[in-house]
Every structure is written in C-alpha cells, then in structure tokens.
C-alpha cells in the first residue's frame, strides 16, 4: 500500500494526471490532467481508490488519512481564499465518488457541502441573492440527509408541499427566499426527528460523513449486482473526489457557459458558444433565459442584440480561449467545455471530446492533420464511417417544421418528398408525368423493382432492414422507410392510413431515411454538398486500406455511380433484376410455362441478345475491372404474378389462358421459398438457363474486351451451393459453353468460375469446395438466415422484441452475428485456404458495407468487400480503419 | 515376381483359395476355395495378376507360363476325361477376365473356346443335339472374332438377318442346326476376308489369343476411365480364369437347377430349389419350361406333377445335399447355389451367400446360433435393421393380382386397403362409422391431425418423406404414401384423378407403404406374425448395445405402443399434436386473437387442465423413464384456417367476425414460416404460452409421482434455440413457475431443462449454450433444413433430380448428411461435452430411427436416439450393430 492517499489538484498543478486512473478513478485522474496542463479547475482532491479497499476490509481509514484530507483542504482554501466553515465567505465543497469506470448504484453527489445555519448566511452576503442561497441549504440538507445519514426523501417532498399548500402555491418556483429558510428549519427538525439527533452543523463532520457514504457505497448490493453483471473487480474499489464549488451566479461579474474549440456543425476552426451572466449552469441547459453568443463574430452573423462575452468580458474571454487552444493542443481533438465565471475568475468545469456533425468531423479531421496536430492514420480512425452516409444523401433541414405521422427502420439513408402511389405501375405512370413519387407497398417484391426504379423513395409497412425494399432501395442510392408497423396500406382503395390521418394516393408526404420518420406534406431539405475533404479522406483510406472495396450493381446507372464512388470492382452482379424489364418479363414466363427444354431454349433464345447486351455494357464501364456475375438466383415463381387480379392481364399479354398461367404459378408455389428451388438449383434442374447466361457473359466479355481494348476477365458466380457435386456440375458446362463461345467467335478469354459460400454445409465443407471454386463470394444474408434460422422477411415481429429485451445487441442483418455466422465464415477461410492458397475470397451480402462487419473481414482475411453504391465510401473507409486497427494489434 | 504364374483348381483341390484374392483375382480366388473344400467345380486354371502387370510392362509373357499352362491344361484334362481338341469328344473351355474388384470395362468372357470344324461334330455327337452345337459353334466364332479379333459384331449380325431373310424366318429360334451350320461358314468367310487370314481353327491359337484378349483388355481407355473414377490402381492387374465347360443338355442324365439351402421365403432349414433335364441354365431363368423341385416334400406340397430330382437323380441328390451342408458349414451362411449335370456327373458352378426375406433372415440367424454355426454377435450384424420394418406391418400378398395406378415415396410402411376421402373431417365421419379411410391429401398440416388419426392410411401428392403426412404417419404407425405427384386431387370435387383413373370419395385403393405403389381396389394383404425370433433378437440386441433408445410420441396410444416395442423413454413430446383436439382448438384460437397478455391467459388457464392430463397420463405410463417434452414450436398461424371457406365456420363457433380472423390470420402470415416466429422465439413474446405448458408438466409429474410411486423426472426442452440469452431467458421463467408449483403444492420434484440443437448456429455455439443446457436433443430435420438451406416440404422437385444425377446418393432427410450436418452435430458434441462433461444427448429428428444415422450417432458418441414407435425395434437392432461395428474398429 502507498503511503500517499490524497492527491491534490488545482491552482495550475496537481498531483496526479491522465495515467493515475486505477488510483483516482476515471473522475480523478481527468481534473487531476486538467489541472496539470495549467487549466483552472475548481480546486480540489482525491481520496485514492486504495482507501476504499481498506475501508471495505477494516472498516477504518488508513491512520494518516485525517491528516492528509486536512492538509488537501487547506491547499484548497488557499487557492480559492476562502475558509471551510468560514461564516462570511464560506468555502463550500462538493463530494462525489469515482471509480475507473462509471459506475451506477453507487452514491454520486453531495453538492453545496459546508453549508450550515451560520454559513447559509455567509453566501447570502457573498451572493446577494437569498434565495438562492436558501434553496442551496435546503438542497444541501435532502440530498445529505437522503444520501448519507439514510432519511428517507419522501419526508422532505411531504414539508414542501404541505408548505406549498398552506401558502397556496402551485410550483417550486413560487417559493421565495423565505419560503426556503422555513423549510430549512422545517428539514432540520425532521431529521432530528427521525435520528434522535440533530443534523452536523460541522463542516468537517458533514465532509468525514459524506466520504464515509461513497466508500460505503461500494458495498452495497446495487452496486455489486451491477459489477457481477460487468464483470468488474470487487477489488478496484472507487475513489472520493473533493472539488471546492464555484457559483456563476454571485452578480454581473459572474457567468456560465459551454463552448466548443471548433464549430461542431460545420467544423469551421472558429470558438464557437454560448454564455448567461449571473446564471447557474442549469440555467443554460434549461433555456428560459436566451443564451448570448461568446464571440463578437457569431453574434454579428446572427443579428443578436445581446452582447458576446468577447465584449462584456474582455479579459475572461481572452483567458477562455487561451484555455481552448491549451485543451485542444493537448487532447488533439475538438473539446466540449463547460465554464463559470465567479466574480471575474474563470474556472473550467468540464471538458470532453465534442459530439459533431459527420460535416464537421470531416473538416475536423482534415484541417487538424494539415495543422499538424494528428496524423493521417488518426484522422481516418476519428470519423465514423458510417456518418458518411450523411454526406453522400440530402438531409432533412434541422430547422424546418414538420409533422411526424410515425416512425419505421431507416432502411435507406436520404430525405425526400413526393406523392404516395401504391402500386408499382402507378408509381411509373406518374413519374413518367414528371412528379416525385413516393411507392408505399406493404412490402415489395422483384415484380415492384419497375416501379421503385421510376420513384424517389421507398415506404414499406412490412418487413426488416434486409428485406427487399431495403436492399433494392439501397442499391438504387434511394431513400428508404421499411416496416413501419402502424401504417395501414390499403392498395384497393388507394390510401393510407396512420395516426389518425388519412393520406390518399397523390398526396405528399416526406421520408428521413436516416431516422425512419414519415412526416407529412413537404419539409424542406438540404442537398449534399461534397466538399474537397471528402475525396482527400478517400485517398488517405486507400493509401492504408489492405482490402479491396467493390460494388454490388447490376444497372448502368448503379454501376457508374459506384466507379464514381470508388468501386474498384463489382462483387456482385445480380442477374435476375434483369429480367423483370417489361420486354423480358414476357420471355421469362413463357420460358418457365414451357413444358420440355426446347420450348424453354426458345424463350432463352429471345433473352439472350439482351443478356449480351447488359453484360457488354457493364463490363464496358468497369474497363477490366473485376466483374463478378452471379446466374440466376430467384425461384421462378417470383417472375409470375401473385395477386389474383394480375393473372388474366398477364395472361392475355403471353396469349395463354389464365387458368394455365395460374396452374403453373400453383405448382411452383412453395411453404418456404427461401430454402426452396432456387440458386443453382434451377440450375441443374433447368441447365438451359445457365448456359444461355453464361453464353451471354462469354459473348459480351469478347465484345467488350474488343471495344475497349481491356482484358475483361469474367468471374462467373453460382449461388446458392450446399455440395461441391453441384459445383462440379454446373462448372463442367459453363466449361463447354466457353468451348464453344470461343471456338465460335475464335477469341479466348480469361475467366473464373466460383460460388457463393451462403449455407453453413457450404462452409463447413469449403475445403472441399475450393477444389472446385475458383473464388468465394460470401452471402452474409442468406447465411446469416440459415445459421441462424431465421428469415429476414419475418424477423422484424421478434427481432425488435429481442433487441428491447437485451437478448441481442445488433440485428444480425445489419451487422454480422461474429459468434455464428462469423465462426462459419471463419472456418470457409480456413479451410478453403488450406485446399486452394491463392483463392480469392469476398463479401457480397448486406453486411459489406457496415463498418462494424467490415472490420471483422479484415480480422478473418478476406481479399475483398463489396456493398451497395452508395456504401462504397463507407467501405472504404471502414476498411481503412479495419486495417490501421489491425496493424495496431499486431 | 513369384517363380509361380499358374494356379489350378477342381478335381477335390485347388493350388489357392479365399486368402489369394490379390494374386487370383476375386472370381479364381472363389473358384479356388470351393475346389479347396472338396465342391466339385468344373476344373480349370488362373493365370495370375502378376502376369497381366508383366505382360503390361513388357507386351511378353514370362518365359515359363506357356509350359504352365499346358501342364493345368493337361491336368483339366484329366479330371474330366476328355481332351482339348479331340475329334470326339472335345474339352471346351471358357475363358474369363477377373481382377480384385469386379470392373466393367474389361473384356468379360469367350465361352465354347476349343470349338472348330472339326470338334463341333465331336460336340454334335455328344450332345445328340446339333442345333445346340452348331449355335454353340456360330456363337463361339461371333464372341471371339468380336472380343478376341476385332471384327465388329454387325457382320454377323447382318449375315444372320440376310439369312433369315432368304428363308423366310422372323426369330432367331426359327433356326434349326442346317441354318446355324450355314452361318458357320459365312461367318468364318467374313472373317477370312476382313482380317486377310482365316479364323484360328488350332485350340491352343484359339487360348492364347483369348488369354492375350483379357491382359490387353486392362489397358483399353474404357478400363483406365473406371479405374480413375474409383480410385483402382493400374498396378493391380487382371488375372484370366480358363475353365472347362459343362452342359446341361446332354440327354436325360443332364440336368440344370439353382438351389438355396436354406428356404429363402421363410428360413425354414429346409433344402429349396429348382431344376430342369437336359437343360441349360439360361433355360431355367428364361421361364419357357415348367422348372421342377428339388425336393419331393416340396413337390408333394405344392402338388406338383413334374417329378422331384430326389426321385429322378437321387444319387446326385445326395450329392448336391452334401454339397450343400459341405459350402453351409463352410461360408457360415444360407448359400444360393448354380449347378449343372452332365451325364450323370454334378458340377456346382457358383455359390453365393443367398437372398431371403425379412422373416427368413430373422429365422435363419437365430437358427444358426441355435446350431452353433454362428455367433448372437454375428447373427445381429447379418439382419438388415431396416428389414424388420417389413415384419411389424402388414404387407400385400405377393402373389395378389393388382392394378397399380402410380407410386409415391414409400413414407411409412405397411400394407391396407380403404375407401378415399379428401378432408379430414369427412374421413373421420366415415371412419366413425366403422370403415377403413384413406386420407387423400395435396400434403397434409396440422389442422388435418384428427383425420389422420382417424383413417387406416395417407396418401398425399406432394412432400418428401420427412413431409408433414410421412412423419405424422411414421409416428402413428400408419401407412404412408407420400409425394405421389401424377396424383391430381380434387378436393372440391371430392375425386383424385390417376393414370386414366377417376376414383370419387368412397371408392376404394390400396397402398403399399413399403414400395409406393397405390394401387385400384381391394388387393389382398398379410397380417404381419412376429414369432418368438423376434423377441430373442431384440434382447440380443439389448444386451450389446450401448445407446438408448427413445421414442417420439405423444398420444397414450403412441406411448404404450412404443413401450411394447422396448422404447426406454420418451426424446420428443410434441405439445403442439395436443393442441388441435377439437375441445382446444378454440381456446388456442382465443389464445391467438386475444390483444394481451390477460386475453391470452384468459385462454390458457382454459387449456392448462387438459395439457396437465396430458402429462400426467404420459408420465404415468412412462413409470418413471425420462420423458423429454418439447414445448410449443410451431408458429401460431398453424393453428388458424388457411382455406377462405374455413373462415365463416371457424369464426362463428368462436364467436368473433371472420374478417377479424382473417385479419389475425393475415398478420400472422410468413414468406418462410420455417424461419419464422416459432420455436422458442413464441416463447419469448409470449411468455405465458410456455408458463402455462411448465405448469401443466410440473403439476402432471408431481400428480403421476403421487400414483405412480415413481420418481417423475421431466425434460423440459425448449425448441429453435439460435443464442444462449434465448434459453436463459426461458430457463429463468421455468424455474420460476417450478418454485411457484412445487410451493403450491408444498412437493418437489427433479427436472432438467435443454435445448433442441437443431440451427446450425445452436450447434456452433454449443459450448455457450451448454453453460446453460442441461440435455441437447439434435434435431436433425431442421437441422438440414438450415444446413442446406434446403425446405423439406419443397424439396422434393429437384433432391429427386439431384438423386438420379449421382449429386446425393441418399436423401438428406432420410438419411443424416454425415459431412455436412454430422459436422455439425460432432462440433455440438464436443463443445457442448467441454463445458458440461455430463451433458446428455440424443438425437430426436426424423434420423433417429435410420440405421445408417444411428451408426454414425454411436460414433459421435450420442447417448440416446429417440424415434416414432414403428421404428423402434430397428433402432434397437441398429444401435447394436453400431455398437459391435464400433468395438470391432476399436
């Protein structure tokens, strides 16, 4: 055991610092740093966290203790120049405890210590405001009667309103100073009452009580059931803090604030903040009197008629902002700061790391490293990848008004306003007529994809972060509500209902797809403005990044705007959304009523061209970039019509009967088309269909590669395999299709064929698989509804109620489930590895651009992630910190 | 290389035997052992596989074999008493390819070698038949002039057309001697000419250019192919087997038969076969005569005319019999047995280990111990568990007449005819009025559970054999035909239409359970006679096995079955089965539409008498062996109608408006129910649902306690667990009730509580769960499910294809995917036992009762394997020979 056991702090020095944390605590050791670096801080000590474990084990302190507490105080008295217990400027003290992590349960704060009947007067003189000053001591004597001599609060709540009632006032407000000081009188006596002896008048005997009550409130069981539950040492023990109090209120010289050393909307390098003279920090905070601005400046470019405190405070104004550029030269970082001012002497409160728009952390970040103060590396770790997201989509105007009519998942970020349609033909119909649509569907199917490409934004009433419209939303970079549950869609009648509105198709509403509120009419929003720190963040990401970062598109649009975006590659071209184009869907249907392979490779024959076509164009724009195409995956009865109403038009367009559209549509209906006839299934039922597809990748690689003068090297991914017999059958006549491609058009080319890893029996047996796989593609969506049996498309009933009920702690469609899912992934590394060293492996389902995910395929070794478009600078940049993170625990 | 090249057999002896496979080939080394044990085969020689590797290597022969060759010729010779090449009475050869493995590819046989112009007078002679000789001879030269020299077969075949032709004949058999003599010269013609040399007329030509045939035959493409795909090493070589021909058809004192020495129909001990005079053995096969017994109790039984070879050969009888009793004692197994006579003389051509019933293979064993032949160990590992399937259900007359209108899966076994109905409420009105129904469904669901309980028999035309129908079945006992997809079912219309066939509700079918066959009326059946062998088997069985063996069942008439059946304790207590009673059914319904918690317990304080009889007639039958209750699993749409009609019905005898059901029904709706809200995800939003099914067992058990005397231990299980928190957050609630009933009813009891593991993430994360699990229980039906992301209601449109390319070899529902699921189900193994070495586990899915599944549960070292009732005699004879296999391999 030391021999130490207070350490001091203040008066532009202290004992302790930043590293002292197990002795002081977390609250300990920062006033202990604050103080060091020359900040003024209300002075002050720290009984260490060694005490309390000796006053758990003996129920006694250390012997020198006493000595060392009095000797603290008095260093406090002198910088301050104030007495403990003095009876015209008293010293008064607050007394809260502090371990290393915050911790409840625990006894927090004892405010205002000191005071007693003799002092009280003592600050009304000091103040000039009685009031005040008895509010204080009546304040002191419940929170130390609650706290540490265990009165119950209720007694006191009880003399309030009995006194209120008697003087017939309504609210605490109405009391006046005397009001208070009857009250004191009144909580003495029931103290008394309840102990049998009087309350300390003492200061000391108030100050040994209080320590006391926080070391004895380690022990006590809310405080232990909450270490059992985090897993925190018994023996770590908390530590007392002593901090002389300091009051914004004791007249025109005296003031309270919070300040920021950098604007936090904008990240602009200017003191940005706010003052009150003569007021309490809650004051501020509770915003009955306006704030004044703190610089000259910002009170200018606002209009305010206030004064800045740069001109009612000259002198503490300069020493304020000293202090910022001392705190943030020190930190490195932006600081949020709370300030008083008693009587013409600045004290800093608080200071911490400052919340920021994603806009300003970025301008932060820059503008620091070109100030030298952090480094590259720094800098990418400090902005939230996510938070990028705000940057790439209009967000809604913080200030305008609007009504919020209910709340869904914010499926796809953006703010947009537009008419509600609901119907997917609908929609088309009037945006074609120029309008901002919003499609509002209970939830969407491929059949919609027409319709969600013709709209603004997407509004569903069913359905999770993964479910279709989510994913398709965006992809397409479109804004996105999903499952909002209280939403009552009526497609026959063609309105909505909600929250007691009535919203009729044509009517506007607007959707914030970052926080999933549906509001109604038009709220004003603003447009992305991509300022030139943007692309040098991108840049210093990929200069660390060890990851590849591709895009999952299929459309030309999708796929340009992820090059724009920095795709260096497509991990995930989804062929089925091709085939629901008005001229194709017709093709494919009469492909899947065919009844032998002759009449399907007729229907094939007719896709084909059109295939060739998209795949010439993708591979066009990537100029030889990678292109990872994956054969169809749907089963086939998502391309026949659903709704009883659709049949006899669908019908009448192929020219067959209804009767037998829908005998079809019934024979392949399934009880659980997830785990049904899909993926390379259809493949190997109906091998016609691969081969027309594969056929049309070959052609149009050759094309391309003609065009651009590039060497497009197709890879040809088949979903949804459970068995490398699969494979190896598929693989042998995407082979022979190749032959005779290249025979035919006497050009080769280079390709790949590989597999989706998106079934647990997939990656168990990956070792077995790369024998046959040329590369991985893992299906984090699919997998992660198998491993864990669940169906995205119904989750979001429990899910929500799993979340609330802390059985999870992320939707495990939103970020990887790292135990199940990420284990399996783990071991299909591994073993897919093992058998083929150089395989090249990926991620392609949701989870590729979630930061979190992301850095998990960094940890277990992937080559590459691939996300929507609009996540791609996401990626990038959660790879890049994927990597730092990495390099760091190496 | 051995200094030997050459190894004879017959005449009472042999130069090798069983042990020389390597060196003779399996056909030599089997001809070897026979000649070994004093068999008279027809004498003949191998020409080992060393010489075919040096004949490969060199394209010579070693410098000894032709003088080896000549000496075994010589000694062949001998023993039959006539001479290669005589004029007369000529040795005819056959010669033959045989390596270690049987492998197409290879040249197979020349038969007749030895024959020419000359000797086939000398065969003519002999045989008084020169029809047969002159064949003999035309054949002989096509064979060998194909295989040996070359020339294509179509040459003679055309010959043998343009002659036919010429004269006027249609078939083959219109040919006499004069024809065959005349193709005999054609043919040696075409052969002169398209080789430029005439046919070798020189025997020893004739022999070596065979001998050389089948060497050079190892290293054709088509050989090498086979020997790559199945892993065959070049090095192995072939040997080549020359043996003397014998026939049949030489006069009244020839003769030819098949025999088996036991009876293969019943396994009474008990000589049985068949044999024809002067005939040859194709003509026993081919049906054209009348065969006769062998036999005069056999022939005096049946009332044949045709006399016995007892009566007419009855020293050779004596012979045969020997023979018989001789190869008996000597393989230590019922043989089935080719012979030949020729003039007078028994040669025994082939013996095998004989094909037989379920019964005889079941009488034959326990028979052989009884004699001493074999071991209870040996006898346990000789009868197919699957088998005994056949013997606990009735099964169709062999020799009934039917007319068979299609077949499905074979889902559950057993043989009854009835009259069709198409719902299950109209079969079991009919089945009330005494008659036996079969159920005729599209696929069955739990709504249709009274139905099936009671009709005699399913059939279905959609569904696997682990769909709902085939396991619902499987567990009643009840025959099943599943998936029978020609079937076209009109239930509106109250018809199934078939093959041409309209059959109207109340017609009768029959179905074979065991083939698949349905078949149109009334087709005759056997009650099924389990004789004494049964019972000694079982108890065999019992005293080697070291896994339990458990049942899945929930009536009192499943249950008591199973225990008649040796079940020794319940692995799967369905709670759901019980819930669709008529009596419930309502008040679950209320449970499901009611808008709270207190609308839901309302509900369920109704259901709680009923589900506590359950238990409690459950327990008491189980008299104290462990009862695994699996608590409510499927989602609660299950329980409302699905059919529009059903609606109005259901919602007045429930007293609420249908489009309120409806609307309820909607909201309940899935896109993958099998991923759904289930499992213990209900249990979690609904807490009261598994609160209530707790109670009922804790109250059942202590009530059953009290009655029985028995100490009640129940198993309460938990389904669909993916995480821990899942099961903690349940298991904290079944404690809870437990304290609350054991309180109540001032008595404790014991009880676990466990976890299916049936995700893949559950299986994964095992040694998490374990901390709280107390039993796992594999459920290996969802299991697959998820592993493969297979459905098993939908899968039967491609598992089927899948099958029949060679992509599976079993289906994974039937059978457990060892590398897939079984990996998953060691990894649960082993984590799950590091936590909690004592954990018990067992497998409860549809594999419990797989013979092969059940092997590999012993080696994944599963305590237990629970199946339905019918299977549990196969569980017990399987376990036993999972047990002895794994001892042997130890």
């Known amino acids: 055991m030391a021999s130490k056991f207070v350490f001091g702090f203040g008066g532009g020095s202290a004992e302790g610092g930043a590293q002292d944390r197990n002795l002081l605590g977390g609250k300990g050791a920062n006033l202990a740093e604050m103080a060091s670096i020359g900040i003024d801080v209300p002075p002050g000590f720290t009984i260490t966290t060694e005490v309390c474990t000796h006053f758990t084990a003996n129920n006694a302190y250390p012997d020198s ?49 000191g005071l007693n009947d003799v002092t009280v007067k003592g600050l009304e003189e000091n103040s000039e405001n009685p009031r005040f000053a008895w509010d204080s001591y009546r304040r002191f004597i419940q929170m130390y009667s609650d706290v540490v001599l265990g009165v119950s609060h209720y007694h006191f709540e009880d003399l309030i309103e009995m006194h209120k009632e008697d003087n017939g006032h309504i609210k605490d407000t109405d009391l006046e100073a005397d009001d ?48 059992r539950l985090h897993a925190i040492p018994e023996g770590w023990g908390t530590a007392v803090n002593v901090q002389a109090m300091v009051f914004g209120n004791m007249g025109d010289s005296s003031a309270t604030g919070v300040a920021f050393t950098r604007n936090p909307a904008t990240g602009d390098n200017e003191y940005y903040g706010e003052y009150l003279i003569n007021a309490q920090g809650e004051d501020v905070v509770a915003g009955i009197r306006t704030p004044q601005f703190l610089t000259e400046q910002a009170r200018v470019e606002a209009g305010a008629e206030l004064p800045s405190m740069e001109v009612t405070l000259p002198e503490v104004y300069k020493q304020l902002t000293d202090n910022f550029d001392l705190l943030e ?48 590396e720094e800098a990418l770790l400090r902005i939230e990848a996510k938070s990028l997201d705000q940057l790439l989509h209009p967000t809604l105007d913080p200030d305008a008004e609007r009504t919020v009519l209910t709340r869904g998942l914010p499926a796809s970020p953006g703010a947009a ?33 027409h319709g969600m490409h013709a709209a603004s934004d997407i509004l569903t009433s069913r359905g999770g972060m993964t479910s279709h419209a989510a994913v398709v939303a965006r992809g397409m970079g479109r804004t996105c509500v999903a499952g909002a549950g209280e939403l009552d869609v009526n497609v026959a009648e063609g ?21 999933g509120e549906v509001m109604l009419g038009e709220v004003a929003h603003q447009e992305p403005e991509l300022a030139g720190e943007f692309s040098v963040l991108m840049n210093w990401a990929d200069e660390v990044r060890t990851m590849q970062v591709r895009t999952n598109a299929e459309t030309p649009k999708d796929v340009r705007t992820a090059r724009e975006f920095g795709a260096e590659g497509i991990g995930l071209c989804r062929t089925e959304h091709m085939f629901f184009d008005a001229e194709r869907i017709v093709a494919v249907r009469q492909m899947i009523l065919a009844d032998d392979v002759e009449g399907r490779e007729v229907a094939l024959a007719k896709i084909l061209p059109m295939q060739r076509g998209d795949f010439a164009e993708i591979f066009e724009i990537m100029k030889g970039l990678p292109v990872t195409i994956r054969l169809l995956d749907p089963p086939l009865h998502e391309f026949l019509p659903r709704e009883e109403a659709e049949f006899a038009t669908v019908a009448e367009g192929m020219n067959v009967s209804a009767a037998q559209l829908k005998r079809r549509a019934n024979e392949l209906h399934e009880s659980n088309p997830m785990l049904g006839h899909r993926g390379c299934r259809l493949g190997i039922s109906y091998p016609e269909i691969y081969e027309m597809q594969t056929r049309a990748i070959f052609e149009g690689a050759i094309e391309a590669q003609k065009k651009t003068g590039q060497a497009i090297v197709p890879e040809i991914m088949i979903p949804l395999v459970a068995l490398k017999e699969e494979l190896d059958f598929l693989k042998e006549r995407i082979d022979n299709v190749a032959k005779q491609v290249f025979a035919e058009k006497n050009s080769e080319i280079e390709y790949f064929v590989g597999t989706m890893i998106e079934l647990p029996r997939a990656a168990i047996t990956a070792g077995h698989i790369a024998e046959t796989a040329e590369f991985f593609s893992f299906g984090t969506n699919d997998l992660t509804q198998t491993a864990l049996g669940v169906s995205r498309d119904d989750a979001q009933t429990f899910l929500s109620e799993y979340l609330r009920l802390h059985i999870i702690h992320e939707d495990p469609f939103v970020s990887l489930d790292f135990e199940g899912v990420g284990e399996l992934i783990k071991m299909a590394v591994e073993r897919g590895r093992k058998t083929r060293p150089d395989i090249k492996m990926g991620i392609c389902g949701e989870h590729g651009g979630d930061p979190r995910s992301i850095k998990f395929c960094q940890g277990a070794g992937l ?20 990597a730092l993170e990495n390099k760091k625990n190496q």
């Not at 911790?103 to 704060?109: A, E, R």
């Not at 537009?418 to 059949?447: C, H, M, N, W």
Request: glycine share 8%; charged share 25%; hydrophobic share 40%.
């Open 417 to 449: 306003s537009g008419k509600v349609y609901f119907t997917a033909d609908e929609a088309e119909r009037q945006a074609a007529t120029g309008a901002e649509v919003i499609l509002v569907r209970v939830e969407t199917s491929p059949e919609d994809i």
């Open 329 to 376: 030269d020190h930190y490195r970082e932006m600081q949020d700061i709370e300030f008083t001012v008693q009587k013409g002497k600045l004290w800093l409160l608080q200071t911490r790391t400052g919340k920021r728009t994603a806009k300003a952390a970025l301008k932060i970040a820059i503008d620091m490293v070109e100030e030298g103060k952090i480094t590259k």
């Open 863 to 882: 080559d590459y992630v691939s996300c929507s478009p609009f996540r791609v600078p996401i990626a990038r940049l959660a790879a890049a910190q994927a």
């Open 495 to 515: 309105v909505m209902r909600v929250a007691g509105h009535e919203i009729k198709a044509g009517e506007i509403i607007t959707l914030d797809g970052s926080s």
């Open 65 to 113: 203790l006493k000595t060392e507490v009095i000797a603290a105080l008095k260093t406090v008295e002198d910088i301050v120049g104030t007495k403990f217990g003095d009876n015209h400027n008293p010293l008064l003290v607050s007394v809260r405890s502090g371990a290393r992590v915050s911790m409840p349960g625990m006894m927090d704060t004892v405010l205002n210590l």
């Open 180 to 227: 208070w000081k009857k009250l004191c009188g009144a909580f003495l006596a029931k103290v008394e009452e309840e102990l049998g002896k009087p309350f300390p008048q003492d200061p000391y005997d108030q100050l040994w009580g209080a320590i006391g009550a926080v070391f004895a409130s380690w022990g006590v069981d809310r405080a232990k059931t909450y270490r």
